[in-house]
């Protein structure tokens, strides 16, 4: 194979062909090692940099979001036993209100029942003079057409009021 033959110690190319072999990874090491590695290897560092500083402002972040959420808390767990204090005391206001108004209406409604058994017993006490009036003439006239004896009125209203009085 003529490509192996170039390899033999006896070849003069292969001395030519390390010679520029070398130059050529002598150059490439020299622009890529040299020139391009540095500035990666900056690049790298730079990132490295960037992402540290970033972690450590998300855990400030995190640190102060936790506070702030820690506070918001406290205030909404205040806000919350304030609301609900207020709504027990508006309760209690309430409460207190209605029995006022209750206490005030029953007042009104006790005079009132008072008043209406005032008039019912007058009014009881105006019908049962009627009624015995009525009854002791109806009993007069009664006993006049029954037995023809006259009988005095004032007679006939004790006898009704002892009959209807017991």
Do not use: C
């Not at 209406?105 to 009525?134: F, H, N, P, T």
Request: hydrophobic share 50%.
């Amino acid at each position: 194979m003529p490509q192996i033959a170039q390899l033999t110690a006896d070849n003069w190319y292969l001395a030519s062909q390390l010679f520029w072999l070398l130059v050529v990874f002598a150059g490439i090491y020299v622009v890529i090692g040299r020139g391009m590695l540095p500035k990666i290897e900056a690049t790298v560092d730079a990132r490295d940099r960037k992402v540290a500083d970033d972690l450590a402002a998300a855990k400030a972040a995190h640190a102060a979001a936790d506070t702030l959420d820690e506070s918001y808390r406290q205030q909404g767990d205040a806000s919350r036993a304030a609301a609900q204090k207020a709504v027990a005391d508006a309760k209690d206001k309430a409460a207190k209100d209605a029995e006022k108004r209750l206490a005030k209406v029953d007042a009104e409604l006790g005079e009132k029942l008072a008043a209406a058994e005032a008039d019912v017993s007058a009014a009881r006490s105006s019908a049962m003079a009627e009624i015995e009036s009525v009854a002791a003439e109806a009993a007069s006239e009664l006993v006049a057409k029954l037995s023809g004896v006259k009988v005095a009125a004032a007679d006939a209203k004790s006898a009704v009021k002892a009959v209807l009085h017991g």
